[in-house]
T-cell receptor, first 113, second 118 residues
Framework: GAVVSQHPSRVICKSGTSVKIECRSL??????MFWYRQFPKQSLMLMAT?????????EQGVEKDKFLINHASLTLSTLTVTSAHPEDSSFYIC?????????FGPGTRLLVL | AQKVTQAQTEISVVEKEDVTLDCVYE???????LFWYKQPPSGELVFLIR??????QNEISGRYSWNFQKSTSSFNFTITASQVVDSAVYFC???????????????FGAGTILRVKS
């Protein structure tokens, strides 16, 4: 398999502030990691692919200036939700790939007040 | 385009009953992968199984079994003798082969909520 951690597990912030979520690969280096978003009672949607040492690849409809992704090392990718608003409240979950299978972190619940 | 359909929104069973979760997929590719993930109330997605498009053998792992049929584009999941701990949301997913953008994209179904009552 693969081991992925996320921090924080839960965050509450005020509208207009920025929130950074960390995703770490604990067992092996990951040049590519993935960020998903899951709204309550809905499925997971891929937001972006995080590439070590280069720009992230964003899915259609995801604002790259709002969801900043940094993959500065082979074991860490960060997602920063800038100027968060209540509609950004969601469950953010990252993953990495081992062969053809994606393994997921425990997720981060973001609540924007 | 890829698509995964899980028509069952929610299923409730009594403990020890068998239950089958349906998954139907669409893809134009000949090489692809199918997955099942379990999402318990904690939220973390737990990988259960991966199947590639060239392997139609059914698989059994303990109380879990999977039936892959390319002829009907289905990849159904059966839990035998269900237990309360099986209560979770189960997602079926599809990806293409490779490490390119298309190969990296995992397309999920809407999920099926399974409630197992004691």
């Amino acid at each position: 398999g693969a081991v992925v951690s996320q921090h924080p597990s839960r965050v509450i912030c005020k509208s207009g502030t920025s929130v950074k979520i960390e995703c770490r690969s604990l067992d092996f280096q990951a040049t590519t990691m993935f960020w998903y978003r899951q709204f309550p009672k809905q499925s997971l949607m891929l937001m972006a692919t995080s590439n070590e040492g280069s720009k992230a690849t964003y899915e259609q409809g995801v604002e790259k200036d709002k969801f900043l992704i940094n993959h500065a090392s082979l074991t860490l990718s960060t997602l920063t939700v800038t100027s968060a608003h209540p509609e950004d409240s969601s469950f953010y979950i990252c993953s990495k790939k081992n062969k053809e299978t994606q393994y997921f972190g425990p997720g981060t619940r973001l609540l924007v007040l | 385009a890829q698509k995964v359909t899980q028509a069952q929104t929610e299923i409730s069973v009594v403990e020890k009953e068998d239950v089958t979760l349906d998954c139907v997929y669409e893809t134009r590719d000949t090489t692809y992968y199918l997955f099942w993930y379990k999402q318990p109330p904690s939220g973390e997605l737990v990988f259960l199984i991966r199947r590639n498009s060239f392997d139609e053998q059914n698989e059994i792992s303990g109380r879990y079994s999977w039936n892959f049929q390319k002829s009907t584009s289905s990849f159904n999941f059966t839990i035998t003798a269900s237990q309360v701990v099986d209560s979770a949301v189960y997602f079926c997913a599809l990806s293409e082969e490779g490490t390119n953008a298309r190969g990296n994209k995992l397309v999920f179904g809407a999920g099926t909520i399974l409630r197992v009552k004691s």
